[in-house]
């Protein structure tokens, strides 16, 4: 590799763009909606085989099986067991309350926040699949880079298409007021020697209890409310969030098949993994499977994660990811952002995921240098996990940037590795 392929112009990108959005196009109208282990999931991945085989030397699948409930029952879990532990606290049973309080605690943090199969074992799971492909180093093969997207699309959040922020701040905030007052209250009776006593509430002499009491009694229409967060009636079909970063992936490969430009010591693998939005279930599977061969120290493997490509006043290099839990590779981050300059975009920023996670995150646990690119308004936009993504809001500067910005990281990492 030489610096004259990283200074290549990248001429004609009309052309991929429309690939992009023309394959995207052909899935949402042949498959609709893919929810993990759906028959449109199963349908998608033979589109997605079938141009994995024609762009790269080697394409396969990987089964692996997931739950695509689990992981977002935690809200309407959570919001059961908050109004469950009112119930018990207002009829005197403060000790059971903190208890069951403590326990929606835990499925919150461990599902949410670190991304756990903690509920998956009451949810039946569905068979689906990772879609690979491999184009080949010309001459020996030094490196390797993983450019890996989502092929799954979410169950609607309901009051992200009705209200908005607005409207998911609401059922955030009050769920967090609810479970610190639920916790509050029941130690505070508690330390009154009140962990099992049907007057702790109505025998009328404590003030504070009753404020305790009256307060998650408001809060319960909110846990009402909660428990229809998700709709799971209605997968959504996921135009941006994920066939984006897929064919964005792939479109790459395509670019330098197309241009014969061959890159002698660097590995490319596409990974179009599943079960994204049920808790990154298709990326950790890869990662834990591939594991041994990706952390070899005789090749240099970094993975570069590209995620719901729409907002180009929101393009963002994810370091913090899952909740901030995890941290990614600074340096894979720098080459993306070094990327991102070679192409012309200075407008894109690094930092930490507001909420959620990337696919990133599964190959930095897994020890695999990693970071993400992603472009979405973290407010968070209209069409994040609604009915609004759809193939008619594909937003063609945008995806033109995020190939390039794929393109110039490929070959720049070609150039320099992570040194």
């Given at each position: 590799?030489?610096?004259?392929?990283?200074?290549?112009?990248?001429?004609n990108?009309?052309?991929?763009?429309?690939?992009?959005?023309?394959?995207?196009?052909?899935?949402c109208?042949?498959?609709?909606?893919?929810?993990?282990?759906?028959?449109?999931?199963?349908?998608?991945?033979?589109?997605?085989?079938?141009?994995?085989?024609?762009?790269?030397?080697e394409?396969?699948?990987?089964?692996?099986?997931?739950?695509?409930?689990?992981?977002?029952?935690?809200?309407?879990?959570?919001?059961?067991?908050?109004?469950?532990?009112?119930?018990?606290?207002?009829?005197?049973?403060?000790a059971?309350?903190?208890?069951?309080?403590?326990?929606?605690?835990?499925?919150?943090?461990?599902?949410?926040?670190?991304?756990?199969?903690?509920?998956?074992?009451?949810?039946?799971?569905?068979?689906?699949?990772?879609?690979?492909?491999?184009?080949?180093?010309?001459?020996?093969?030094?490196?390797?880079?993983?450019?890996?997207?989502?092929?799954?699309?979410?169950?609607?959040?309901?009051?992200t298409?009705?209200?908005?922020?607005?409207?998911?701040?609401?059922?955030i905030?009050?769920?967090?007021?609810?479970?610190?007052?639920?916790?509050?209250?029941?130690?505070?009776?508690?330390?009154?020697?009140?962990?099992?006593?049907?007057?702790?509430?109505?025998?009328?002499?404590?003030?504070?209890?009753?404020?305790?009491?009256?307060?998650?009694?408001?809060?319960?229409?909110f846990?009402i409310?909660?428990?229809?967060?998700?709709?799971?009636?209605?997968?959504?079909?996921?135009?941006?969030?994920?066939?984006?970063g897929?064919?964005?992936?792939?479109?790459?490969?395509?670019?330098?098949?197309?241009?014969?430009?061959n890159?002698?010591?660097?590995?490319?693998?596409?990974?179009?993994?599943?079960?994204?939005?049920?808790?990154?279930?298709?990326?950790?599977?890869?990662?834990?499977?591939?594991?041994?061969?990706?952390?070899?120290?005789?090749?240099?493997?970094?993975?570069?994660?590209?995620?719901?490509?729409?907002?180009f006043?929101?393009?963002?290099?994810?370091?913090?990811?899952?909740?901030?839990?995890?941290?990614?590779?600074?340096r894979?981050?720098?080459?993306?952002?070094?990327?991102?300059?070679?192409?012309?975009?200075?407008?894109?920023?690094?930092g930490?995921?507001?909420?959620?996670?990337?696919?990133?995150?599964?190959?930095?646990?897994?020890?695999?240098?990693?970071?993400?690119?992603?472009?979405?308004?973290?407010?968070p936009?209209?069409?994040?996990?609604?009915?609004?993504?759809?193939?008619d809001?594909?937003?063609?500067?945008?995806?033109e940037?995020?190939?390039?910005?794929?393109?110039?990281?490929?070959?720049?990492?070609?150039?320099?590795?992570?040194?």
């Amino acid at each position: 590799m030489n610096s004259d392929k990283l200074g290549l112009p990248l001429d004609n990108m009309e052309q991929y763009t429309d690939f992009i959005t023309q394959k995207i196009k052909k899935v949402c109208k042949k498959c609709g909606p893919r929810a993990a282990g759906s028959e449109g999931d199963k349908k998608a991945k033979k589109y997605f085989l079938e141009d994995t085989k024609a762009l790269c030397d080697e394409a396969w699948t990987e089964d692996f099986r997931c739950s695509d409930k689990a992981f977002m029952s935690w809200v309407p879990v959570g919001a059961v067991l908050v109004i469950l532990s009112t119930l018990l606290f207002i009829f005197g049973m403060p000790a059971l309350s903190l208890l069951i309080t403590l326990l929606t605690v835990f499925f919150i943090v461990s599902e949410f926040f670190f991304y756990k199969e903690t509920l998956d074992v009451f949810f039946r799971k569905k068979d689906s699949a990772n879609v690979i492909g491999k184009v080949k180093a010309s001459g020996e093969t030094k490196k390797r880079i993983i450019l890996c997207g989502h092929t799954d699309s979410a169950f609607e959040w309901t009051y992200t298409y009705y209200g908005g922020r607005a409207a998911v701040a609401t059922i955030i905030v009050s769920a967090v007021v609810a479970l610190v007052t639920s916790i509050a209250g029941s130690i505070t009776a508690i330390a009154m020697g009140k962990a099992f006593a049907p007057s702790v509430v109505f025998g009328g002499n404590n003030t504070a209890i009753t404020v305790f009491a009256i307060l998650m009694l408001c809060l319960v229409p909110f846990m009402i409310v909660a428990l229809f967060f998700c709709n799971y009636r209605r997968p959504v079909t996921g135009a941006n969030d994920d066939l984006t970063g897929c064919y964005v992936s792939l479109a790459a490969v395509k670019y330098l098949k197309d241009n014969n430009i061959n890159l002698e010591n660097t590995e490319i693998v596409v990974a179009l993994v599943g079960g994204e939005e049920c808790g990154l279930r298709g990326s950790k599977a890869f990662a834990k499977k591939h594991r041994t061969e990706f952390t070899d120290e005789g090749i240099e493997t970094v993975c570069v994660a590209f995620d719901t490509i729409h907002d180009f006043d929101f393009m963002k290099i994810i370091l913090g990811d899952m909740n901030g839990t995890v941290k990614n590779d600074k340096r894979v981050a720098g080459l993306i952002k070094e990327g991102a300059h070679l192409a012309g975009y200075d407008n894109v920023s690094v930092g930490t995921i507001d909420l959620g996670s990337t696919d990133a995150a599964a190959f930095s646990q897994a020890g695999i240098p990693a970071a993400s690119f992603t472009a979405m308004d973290p407010a968070p936009a209209r069409y994040y996990h609604t009915r609004l993504d759809t193939e008619d809001i594909l937003d063609e500067k945008t995806i033109e940037a995020g190939l390039k910005i794929a393109l110039k990281t490929i070959l720049l990492f070609d150039e320099k590795g992570l040194d």
